[in-house]
């Protein structure tokens, strides 16, 4: 089936790390993001890729790279850079043949 | 610049009644505005989608949203509230109607249904 996978499902991360979160779709989109979700503040955008080789930051770029080497992935790393890390993390993609945004199941990072 | 507003963080109703979320974006372009659905620990899920046309969407589950320029809004409604229902909503706005165009979301509405 066709859709968007996130690992890990959760992960924990010690005080000056940086950790990657995959994210792989197979719906052939070429559009992809990254949201952050904190609790009351709704989903905020930290990066997205329009196409491959090319990506933009969003409002919260701060702390986070990514890459976007190949169409069906958008791993996003979490530098120890970014002071406030622990949240919910989502991936997202849309093709260009309609402006739904799918959604993966979304990763857990705490900070220990 | 687009932004949303979903007016109630927390709404509560009781199993068989009428939900309503509310819902205004202010937009410089004609919008296209969304709401989706997340359960606990879970993705977003697509309820509706207003792009053009018919100003009041039918979605799934029973969703329905109706789109009111004057008003800017795009409330969220259902006759009959469901437990299955309770979950966070969120309603979200785009400036174009192509695939590429980033999404703005509001803060989101935790909906509680009663027994």
């Known amino acids: 089936d066709g859709g968007i996978t996130q690992s890990p499902k959760y992960l924990f991360r010690k005080e000056g790390q940086n950790v990657t979160l995959s994210c792989e779709q197979n719906l052939n989109h070429d559009a992809m993001y990254w949201y952050r979700q904190d609790p009351g503040q709704g989903l905020r955008l930290i990066y997205y890729s329009q196409i491959v080789n090319d990506f933009q930051k969003g409002d919260i770029a701060e702390g986070y790279s990514v890459s976007r080497e190949k169409k069906e992935s958008f791993p996003l790393t979490v530098t120890s850079a970014q002071k406030n890390p622990t949240a919910f993390y989502l991936c997202?993609?849309?093709?260009?043949?309609?402006?739904?945004?799918?959604f993966g199941e979304g990763s857990w990072l705490t900070v220990v | 610049a687009q932004s949303v507003t979903q007016l109630g963080s927390h709404v509560s109703v009781s199993e068989g009644a009428l939900v309503l979320l509310r819902c205004n974006h202010s937009s410089s372009v004609p919008p296209y505005l969304f709401w989706y659905v997340q359960y606990p620990n879970q993705g977003l899920q697509l309820l509706l989608k207003y792009t053009t046309g018919a100003t009041l969407v039918k979605g799934i589950n029973g969703f329905e949203a109706e789109f009111k320029k004057s008003e800017t809004s795009f409330h969220l409604t259902k006759p009959s509230a469901h437990m299955s229902d309770a979950a966070e909503y969120f309603c979200?706005?785009?400036?174009?109607?192509?695939?590429?165009?980033?999404?703005?979301f509001g803060t989101g509405t935790r909906l509680t249904i009663i027994p």
């Open positions: 979200a706005v785009s400036g174009s109607n192509f695939g590429n165009e980033k999404l703005t």
């Open positions: 997202a993609s849309t093709g260009y043949t309609g402006n739904t945004i799918y």
